[in-house]
């Protein structure tokens, strides 16, 4: 048994992919037999109650939300006090935040510490004005142990930082929760709640309103498809950004691309499983940014779950996760013809569609949370 530390600006309720994450590796190495505390922030009420009756292991909280450079002097002191309590055989720092107080910490007095990167931070956290300020552009370099998401983000990672030692970083890929494998206790009726006539089959995409999420790409596939073809799809667009400009032109791309859409916004878990339920594919064939790359992918494993085939970009992690022609199939980034070709074979074919969701839901069936943590953190 190891006593861990977990330090997180990302937590629930706050939403969001790294939260996520730390609050199902936690839960899945307490139960292997670990000791986990999670230091993460509180947003506004006193959530101590709610985190004693929802977690199996212990949450300390403190003030604040998403983390920016005005919480730079608090974090620094916070993890200073906590990384020197006493009785934690591993500190996880499973956000650039965390790493980088610990990176700089560590300048003065070392506090060996583990981190878990997921690519983005690769590219950008070592140019960053706070990596300069505190002289800790190698920052990735600083950790005893790094976990990679996928075999791509530890390849990247050992490229762009030639003084880590390959040995030290271990590729833990992330699981899918049982609970997406099950049927919603209640599900909605997605066909009354979003007005999609009973004859449409369903496309879906469940993602950040983010340029490199691929949604320009979807809209440029589904004008190119045979008018008849349009007239049997509903795509649902999940999800919400901050880009006002880019949801503009996205409104616009909906309306002219011949098919009926349906941005939901944000939706509860609960929604989301019945969302996936009455859906027929999955869509999400992302674009190349400069700065911000897709390491892993666990939306295509979630789709998957419920049995749904995948249209994806060969971008990133997403390989890893998408198998082209056994679990989905697989275009190269901003490739409208070549998405409109993958989604036409999906909805004219059946067989194909049914065949490639049930290789996706046996394939998602092997990323568990439980294998992240025994990867992660040993038995």
């Keep these: 048994m190891k006593r861990i530390l977990m330090l997180t600006y990302e937590f629930p309720p706050i939403r969001g992919g790294i939260g996520r994450y730390a609050a199902r590796l936690a839960r899945a190495a307490v139960e292997i037999g670990h000791d986990v505390t ?83 931070e690769i590219l950008s956290v070592p140019h960053s004005r706070q990596a300069r300020l505190l002289a800790v552009r190698n920052l990735l370099e600083k950790p005893d142990r790094v976990f990679a998401i996928s075999s791509f983000v530890r390849s990247l990672l050992c490229e762009r930082y030639p003084g880590i030692a390959a ?45 490199r999420k691929g949604h320009r790409t979807i809209f440029g596939a589904l004008a190119r498809l045979p008018e008849g073809l349009k007239r049997g799809i509903t795509y649902l667009v999940v999800g919400t950004g901050e880009n006002h400009r880019y949801e503009t032109e996205l409104n616009q791309l909906a309306a002219g691309c011949g098919v009926h859409v349906v941005f939901t916004g944000s939706v509860s878990d609960e929604r989301l499983r019945s969302l996936y339920a009455q859906s027929a594919v999955f869509c999400m064939p992302g674009e190349r940014h400069p700065t911000r790359i897709e390491g892993f992918g666990l939306a295509y494993l979630e789709a998957a779950a419920h049995g749904l085939p995948s249209v994806a970009s060969r971008i990133g992690g997403v390989p890893e996760v998408v198998l082209h022609d056994e679990t989905g199939l697989l275009v190269e980034p901003g490739d409208q013809p070549a998405v409109a070709d993958a989604l036409a074979r999906l909805f004219t074919n059946d067989q194909l569609c049914r065949t490639l969701g049930r290789k996706a839901r046996e394939y998602a069936g092997t990323f568990t949370w439980t294998r992240c943590a025994e990867k992660t953190y040993g038995r």
């Excluded at 996880?92 to 878990?116: C, G, K, Q």
């Excluded at 992330?174 to 449409?200: N, T």
Aim: hydrophobic share 40%; charged share 25%; net charge neutral.
């Design 38 to 120: 999670v230091v993460a922030p509180q947003p506004a009420e006193d959530l101590a109650a709610q985190d004693r009756h929802t977690y199996p292991f212990g949450v300390i909280r403190y003030p604040g939300r998403v983390y920016t450079v005005i919480h730079l002097l608090s974090l620094l002191r916070r993890t200073r006090r906590w990384s020197l309590t006493t009785g934690h055989d591993l500190i996880h720092a499973v956000d650039w935040p965390h790493i980088m107080a610990l990176a700089f910490i560590n300048r003065f007095r070392r506090i060996p510490f583990a981190a878990t990167v997921y690519g983005t």
């Design 167 to 211: 040995e030290s970083v271990a590729v833990t890929p992330l699981g899918v929760s049982e609970d997406m494998f099950e049927p919603p206790a209640c599900q909605d009726d997605i066909r009354k709640i979003y007005s999609i006539p009973e004859d449409h089959r369903i496309l879906l995409t469940v993602a950040r309103l983010d340029e």
